[in-house]
């Protein structure tokens, strides 16, 4: 069984093929040098710039894995949430697709698809505790099965990817500024005593990281030489030397600690309200971060978990993880009607596939 999947929710417009749950082929193409420009991304450029390249990327694909349209068999797009001008594309496309080639199609929650994609490296054990971290999402599920997931936590304001980025912006690093974090705090110790873990002192399984970002930009404004600042031209940000760069580096690694102990308390709590789970799967781009990968592999080894990260590809953005999550819904007999909608971000995506559309 081949499926196609389609990826346009932000700014990557990306296709892959998956046969019989293995990666064919896939083609992708970033708009990273079209946002930069304006240091973040923006919907009406991303939108047309799906539009521009969708087209090639799948006569690419086509090419690359050897096959024609024909020998499609299912259609998957993630259908949200996202930017809703990007999923439109990719939502029209799909739809376009099935028609002309009178094959099946699914719309994919593409967060669901981020927590699945390690599929694609191993087998997964349901049900599984998952976490996705990314910049615009920290949700822990509990995942039953591939179409099974139940929302238990998520946060209430800030992503934790979008608290490690806004805390880069205050010490003068450059968007996305999660990996330069990651790498000035491999130079210092982190102190737990330095900022708060938020929002742990009620017994949900939700985060909200706004108190721990006041903490921060109130130590950054007391203290102006925690501010690193970077070169323009996109040359890598460095650490100062010396005794000032190894004190950048303490206060990078204990706020990089904090965001992970707090994920460590709320993972640790879904696990003890709704038990169960065999695995514990870390998706999202903040699962790259290596104090939170420490964090929550010693979680899983306390509560005997088996832990699951995909690797780092299959983590950021792409189609893989969308026509792999299509293939096991086309494999459970779901499909969706031709008027399934795009899903914007911040609004719940509805399980409301069709059953009878999907054979045949
Ligand atoms: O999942 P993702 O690639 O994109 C979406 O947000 O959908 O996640 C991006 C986020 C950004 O906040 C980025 O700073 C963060 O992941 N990130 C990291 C690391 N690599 C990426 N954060 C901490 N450490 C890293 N190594
Ligand atoms: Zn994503």
Known sequence: MLCLGIESSCDESALALVRDGVLLAQTLKSQVDVHS??????????????????????GLLLDKAGISGSDIDCIAVARGPGLLGSLLVGVAYAKALALALQKPVVGVNHLHAHILAA?????????????????????????????????????????????LDKFGKMIGLPYPAGRHLDRFSGHGAADAKMFP???????????????????????????????????????????????RGLRIAGVCASYIQAVADTLVVKLRRAH????????????????????????????????????????????TDNAAMIAYNGWLLHNAGLAHALDFAAVPRGRHVPDDYSR???RG
């Open 37 to 58: 420009l304006f240091g973040g991304v923006v919907p009406e450029l991303a939108s047309r710039e799906h539009g521009r390249v969708m087209g090639a990327l799948y």
């Open 272 to 315: 003890a309200k709704y038990g169960g789970a065999r695995s514990l799967i870390l998706a999202g781009g903040v699962a790259a971060n290596s104090r939170v990968r420490a964090s929550v592999a010693a979680l899983a080894e306390e509560l005997g978990l088996e832990l699951v990260i995909p690797g780092p590809a299959l983590c």
């Open 356 to 358: 009878s559309l999907c």
């Open 197 to 243: 873990r938020p929002y742990i002192d009620n017994d949900n399984c939700d985060f909200s990281f706004s108190g721990l970002k006041t903490a921060a930009l109130n130590m950054v404004e007391k203290d102006p030489a925690l501010y690193v600042g970077f070169d323009p031209s996109g040359a890598e940000p460095e650490l100062p030397e010396g005794e």
């Open 119 to 163: 599929g694609l490296e191993r087998k997964l054990e349901f049900p599984a505790l998952a976490l996705l971290v990314s910049g615009g999402h920290t949700h822990i599920y509990l995942v039953r099965s591939a179409s099974d997931f139940e929302l238990l936590g998520r946060s209430l304001d800030d992503a934790a990817g979008e608290a």
